[in-house]
């Protein structure tokens, strides 16, 4: 007779995209919109706890660790919400989305960026949220939120972009070419020079000369920006660029291959899934080259009914990263699935997402 643990116990050698992929206790795993940290020889996955109703976030966020990246063991809740009534900046029923984890050797904290939106105000706030923790698994204690680079240019912004009079009065009615090309100029980041920018979908990236950055959809979703984090990774240095400026693109993920830095993104259509972008450059500062969708085969319009987050580099694998995304469910935002896939690059070093139903990391060898 088999207990009822060890009936529901997995034990995984391979990825299954988009079916419910368990924990080690027989447990789905509640971890989206994550990024994984490599720490210690052992990989961490952070993500949103989310639940049945809506995409509010009443616990906080939740960490898993494993050692092959089949295997996942719930560290539980490492960033608590305040109680209801608490008055706090992520008090539960606020919005938590996107979390990822990075550690500093210097000050050997684990430092957290989210995107939070304040309860109660949908997705006004924009702000980035950051929490602190002296042990991987947490418990972090959140520090502060807001938004980004109050008072500074983006680096890439010409000075006629900085000095124009345009406001947003001027061009009133959205998505019409003027308003684009206005956008596309900097109406946002004028409007929003002295309060800081807007960061909504986000990632972390650290370089492999420690430099550190956040990237973010800013300008009412219509542009990324990248912003270089201070040494401790506890501010920003004010360095920042714009990248695809009114190109619209959500759920940054980002890794170095060979030197170039690729960065895949999706389109902007809630939780509804579209096809994916590529973006390349040579320096983490620009100039980055906007590319198509790279995912190749059917339903690749639709980047397989989902949406980045993460990209893994696979520890001792030549080349190996695993692209991860979400696939959402907003009507049970608790069964959004996972679909992890293999990066694979074609002759010119580009890129490309194929699906697979299964696969395991021997495709790397
Ligand atoms: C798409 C984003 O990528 C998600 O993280 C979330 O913010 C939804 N939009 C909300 O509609």
Redesign the pocket.
């Known amino acids: 007779m088999f207990s009822l643990l060890a009936a529901n116990a997995q034990d995984y050698s391979s990825f299954h995209p988009g079916e419910i992929w368990k924990d080690t206790d027989g447990v789905p795993i509640n971890a989206h919109?994550g990024g994984v940290l490599f720490y210690n020889n052992t990989y961490y996955w952070f993500g949103e706890y989310k639940n049945e109703k809506n995409?509010s976030a009443e616990h906080g966020v939740t960490c898993y660790k494993s050692t092959d990246l089949y295997d996942w063991e719930n560290k539980g809740i490492v960033l608590e919400v305040d109680p209801v009534g608490s008055g706090s900046e992520i008090e539960a029923g606020c919005i938590i989305?996107?979390p990822k984890v990075i550690y500093n050797e210097k000050t050997r904290k684990f430092v957290m960026y989210f995107h939070l939106e304040l309860k109660g105000k949908g997705?006004d706030a924009a702000r980035v949220g950051l929490a602190i923790s002296d042990h991987v698994t947490g418990p972090y204690k959140y520090i502060r939120s807001g938004r980004v680079n109050p008072g500074k240019w983006p680096a890439n912004m010409t000075t006629k972009q900085r000095e124009s009079k345009i406001t947003s009065s001027d061009v009133e009615k959205w998505w019409t070419p003027e308003w684009y090309a206005a956008v596309n100029n900097g109406l946002f980041i004028r409007r929003d020079f002295p309060t800081g920018q807007m960061s909504?979908?986000m990632t972390l990236f650290v370089d492999e000369d420690a430099k550190t950055y956040h990237i973010y959809s800013s300008e009412e979703n219509l542009t990324l920006h990248i912003a270089e984090l201070t040494d401790d990774y506890m501010d920003y240095t004010g360095n920042y660029i714009r990248i695809d400026p009114a190109g619209h693109n959500?759920?940054p993920a980002l890794f170095k291959h060979q030197g170039k830095y690729f960065l895949i993104t999706?389109g902007?259509t809630?939780?509804d899934p579209n096809p994916a972008r590529l973006l390349v450059a040579d320096d983490i500062m620009g100039e980055w080259t906007r590319y198509p969708n790279p995912c190749i085969g059917e339903n690749s319009e639709t980047t397989f009914f989902s949406?980045s987050t993460y990209i893994i580099p696979v520890q001792d694998k030549k080349d190996a990263y695993i692209f991860m995304a979400d696939r959402w469910r907003p009507k049970n935002p608790v069964d959004g699935r996972y679909v992890w896939l293999p990066v694979f690059f074609n002759e010119e070093g580009m890129p490309f997402l194929d699906y697979q139903e299964e696969w395991d990391l021997t495709v790397f060898d």
Do not use: H, K, L, P
């Open positions: 919109g995409n989305e996107r997705y909504r979908d959500e759920a999706s902007c809630g939780w949406q």
